[in-house]
């Protein structure tokens, strides 16, 4: 039996994806609290753009838009992107999807992290059924055998409970560790330099990638004429980057991006990510979820990962809603796990196509590279399989839950 708590909903982790799960639960009855280790002004989105930006498909910006975030967004900064490049350094292969081709206006939008999270935070601070506990940094969660709920505890001592625990608490998930769920995966020997530069031509609102036998190196257009780039490749390459002079940064990029958008002429900050692969064996515990980057860490190579991580928020703030539309009880296994069936699969096969493309890029084996290149060609002539590939990407086809089709709606749809 259910007692007394504190919270129905504790979601530890106010970063995108955890955001997005707040927003979209945000007009129920639920008493919600969402905590975010970082103070508010730390994410606040600065004059100048974050260094880290997400490639936002249509299914998250469905999602955004139905929960009354979009707007906040757009007022800060987006920037559209209606044709994508993709080509192999060493060989002949490429490959050009474009909007128009698949009657679409646009592929999708590059966002700021810190535009994405701030604006859902704000939006959160609207809604009636949450709390926004910033900064609140949860330290160990156990379980409550009395309730089946969880108790939680922060790095400054206060306590709460609550029926049911999310964890978006990203890849080092304390949620996580505190369920004992155990992770698979691996470290790549590969790090992201990101930074923002301008570049001597215009970006054409196109997201660039070349594939080097390092890893790939992505130029992704930002509103103001900028590029954001994404530089993968070795961990001792990528501190030796970091550490270039700007205008030695400058060629060393121009170069390994074969001039095609001219020279560099401008270098902002520069930072780099260490990647891996790692995927949570279970995603639910009685009274506890795992979503995003808690649950599943997938290479960067194709800008899917937050896009993963919010359709687990909208999945399982739909089996919620349902939950609590047929009066049963959204906190118990039957619940969760009809959340984690509906988006495992659909992840480890994100991650597995990520791998395979990031061994099959990384190849210099003859044979292999010969294999790509033709493969690359092939795929960028047949049409209908490539925009197949382009619809998939863009969150339009699948089984996506309600808040991320075209309709979206945040309330169980009755009367069929
Ligand atoms: C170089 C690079 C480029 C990428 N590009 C793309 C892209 O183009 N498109 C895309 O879809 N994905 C991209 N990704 C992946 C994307 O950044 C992640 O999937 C996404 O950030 C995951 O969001 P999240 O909210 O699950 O976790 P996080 O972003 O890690 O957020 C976790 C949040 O929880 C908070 N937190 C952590 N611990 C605690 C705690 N104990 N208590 C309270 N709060 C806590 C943190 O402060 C943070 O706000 C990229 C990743 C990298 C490394």
């Known amino acids: 039996m259910i007692l007394n708590t504190d919270y129905d909903l504790i979601i530890a982790g106010g970063g995108m994806v955890g955001a997005a799960l707040a927003g979209a639960l945000g007009e129920t009855d639920l ?39 979009w707007e906040g967004m757009t ?39 810190r535009v994405v999270q ?26 409550v055998a009395a309730t089946g709920g969880w108790q939680v505890r922060l790095t400054d001592g206060r306590e709460f409970t609550t029926r049911l625990l999310v964890g978006a608490d990203g890849a080092h998930s304390r949620v996580r560790q505190g369920a004992g769920i155990e992770t698979g995966g691996w470290q790549y020997d590969q790090k992201a330099v990101v930074g923002n530069v301008r570049t001597a031509e215009p970006h054409q609102e196109t997201a660039w990638q070349r594939f080097l036998p390092t890893g790939p190196l992505a130029f992704l257009p930002l509103h103001d004429g900028r590029c954001s780039i994404v530089w993968t490749t070795l961990l001792e390459q990528a501190d030796a980057l970091l550490a270039l002079t700007e205008s030695d940064f400058a060629q060393a990029l121009a170069d390994a991006f074969g001039q095609r958008l001219g020279a560099i ?15 949570s064996y279970s995603y639910v515990k009685p009274g506890l979820a795992l979503i995003g980057d808690a649950a599943h860490v997938v290479h960067p190579l194709a800008g899917q990962g937050v896009n993963l991580g919010l359709l687990d928020a909208a999945t399982l703030a739909e089996v919620i809603l349902d ?19 509906w988006r495992k699969g659909d992840n480890l096969l994100m991650l597995g196509v990520m791998d395979g493309f990031k061994r099959l890029f990384g190849s210099t084996f003859p044979p292999v590279r010969l294999l790509r290149n033709v493969g690359l060609n092939l795929t960028d002539a047949a049409g ?3 925009n197949l590939i382009a619809r998939q990407a863009m969150g339009l086809t699948g089984d996506l839950p309600r808040l991320a089709r075209s309709s979206a709606h945040l309330h169980p749809v009755t009367g069929g």
């Open 31 to 69: 008493r919600i609290a969402l905590l975010e280790g970082a103070p508010l002004e730390r994410i606040h989105p600065d004059v100048e753009p974050d260094i880290r930006v997400s490639a936002i498909n249509r299914a998250s910006q469905r999602l955004f838009a139905a929960m009354g975030a």
């Open 75 to 113: 007022a800060w900064r987006v920037s559209p992107f209606r044709d994508m490049r993709v080509w192999d350094a060493t060989g002949f292969g490429h490959i050009h999807f474009d909007s128009a081709s698949i009657g679409e206006p646009l592929l999708g939008w590059i966002v700021e992290n």
């Open 118 to 143: 701030y604006a859902l935070l704000e939006r959160v601070q609207q809604l009636p059924a949450v709390e926004l506990l910033c900064p609140a940094e949860l330290d160990t969660a156990q379980p």
């Open 265 to 279: 002429i401008e270098v902002g900050p520069r930072g780099a990510f260490p990647l891996r692969l790692q995927h």
């Open 323 to 341: 939950a609590v539309a047929a009066g049963q009880d959204f906190a118990g296994l039957k619940t969760l796990r009809r959340y984690e069936r």
């Open 384 to 386: 209908p399989l490539k």
